[in-house]
């Protein structure tokens, strides 16, 4: 049975609850280290998939996509937002173009 994007989130939530300490999960310590600290760790994984995607190999650009979604996972669960509500954004994008979609957004 292939792992999911679900089965990620359960994992993160898990040791995220579980009574382990920092010592033995890399979950928990981002999460013990705060949002800041997590979003930080997610902006270099994002930096990190971008340099792979333009400049290394496809195995390299596959494990740094892995690291960038578990980040953005870990971040997810660390302010209280479950995939499913990412996913209902998304499905809420579908019924229009891309660009009609981005057009329609508030600007900051």
Same mark, same amino acid.
């Given at each position: ?7 990620? %989130? +359960?994992?993160?939530? %898990? ?27 997610? &902006? ?10 333009? &400049?290394?190999? @496809? %195995? ?12 953005? /996972?870990?971040?997810? +669960? ?6 499913? %509500? /990412? ?5 809420? @994008?579908?019924?229009?173009? &891309? ?7 508030? +600007?900051?």
């Amino acid at each position: 049975m292939p792992f999911t994007l679900h089965d990620l %989130e +359960q994992r993160v939530k %898990e040791r995220a609850s579980a009574s382990a300490g920092a010592e033995v999960s890399y979950t928990r310590k981002l999460l013990d280290r705060g949002i800041a600290h997590c979003a930080k760790k997610l &902006g270099e994984e994002a930096i990190e998939t971008v340099l792979a995607a333009v &400049g290394e190999d @496809r %195995e390299r650009l596959i494990a740094e996509a892995a690291d960038l979604v578990y980040h953005l /996972v870990v971040v997810l +669960q660390a302010r209280g937002v479950a995939l499913a %509500e /990412v996913e209902a954004a998304l499905a809420a @994008r579908t019924g229009q173009s &891309g660009l009609e979609e981005k057009a329609s957004r508030k +600007q900051v």
